[in-house]
């Protein structure tokens, strides 16, 4: 199975923060990459798809990038409606694998 | 508008069976697929498995003995049974379109005598 190493598990910040959630893959998935946002008691959003591509409605103070088997989530400006968990998913290969979580929260 | 949404039973006793069911609308199962994800409490996110647009299925391997993944394309529903339940099982379980890209609203199953 493909291995997706997220870090940090833990970030915390402050308004107005520039931040960045990375996950690596154990083997090449090319840009099958996904992040999602999850608030407490509500199911996951998507917000980057392929790697690098804005979701529907998601503010472009998200964005995805790629360098290699790395894959960063960045959130610019950081806003207090940002505070979540993020995970990234590997949909390139069986079994599709999430990574295990960033919890976002006000430092 | 494109909705999915599970349903099921609440609570499910150790070493029985557990089905669900998720319910679409504003797509069609023959042309999209449907995954489903699980959540343990205070956990992270697992893929189970997807029927696929075309009627064939992919479960993760972890999983696969205990899981069965079907589908009634007049109905717009598709189903999920997996046996053998166990409290480790205890999550909520939520069915996705796609590489989830939409998500129902996750219904969540407890293993418990």
């Known amino acids: 199975d493909i291995q997706m190493t997220q870090s940090p598990s833990s970030l915390p910040a402050s308004l107005g923060d520039r931040v960045t959630i990375t996950c690596r893959a154990s083997?090449?998935?090319?840009?099958?990459l996904r992040w999602f946002q999850q608030k407490p008691g509500k199911s996951p959003r998507l917000m980057i798809y392929g790697a690098t591509n804005l979701a529907n409605g998601v503010p472009s103070r998200f964005s995805g990038s790629r360098s290699g088997s790395d894959y960063s989530l960045t959130i610019n400006s950081l806003e207090s409606e940002d505070m979540a968990i993020y995970y990234c998913?590997?949909?390139?290969?069986?079994?599709?694998?999430f990574g295990s979580g960033t919890k976002l929260e006000i430092k | 508008e494109v909705q999915l949404k599970e349903s099921g039973p609440g609570l499910v006793q150790p070493s029985q069976t557990l089905s669900l069911t998720c319910t679409v609308s504003?797509?069609?199962?023959?042309?999209?697929?449907v995954h489903w994800v699980r959540q343990p409490p205070g956990k992270g996110l697992e893929w189970m498995g997807v029927?696929?647009?075309?009627?064939?299925?992919a479960y993760n391997s972890a999983l696969k003995s205990r899981l069965s993944i079907s589908r009634d394309t007049s109905k717009s529903q598709v189903f999920l049974k997996m046996n053998s339940l166990q409290t480790e099982d205890t999550a909520i379980y939520y069915c996705?379109?796609?590489?989830?890209?939409?998500w129902g609203q996750g219904v969540m199953v407890t293993v418990s005598s």
């Open positions: 029927m696929w647009s075309g009627g064939s299925t």
């Open positions: 998913l590997q949909h390139n290969e069986y079994p599709f694998t």
């Open positions: 083997q090449d998935i090319g840009n099958y």
């Open positions: 996705t379109r796609d590489a989830a890209t939409y």
């Open positions: 504003g797509f069609s199962l023959t042309d999209y697929s």
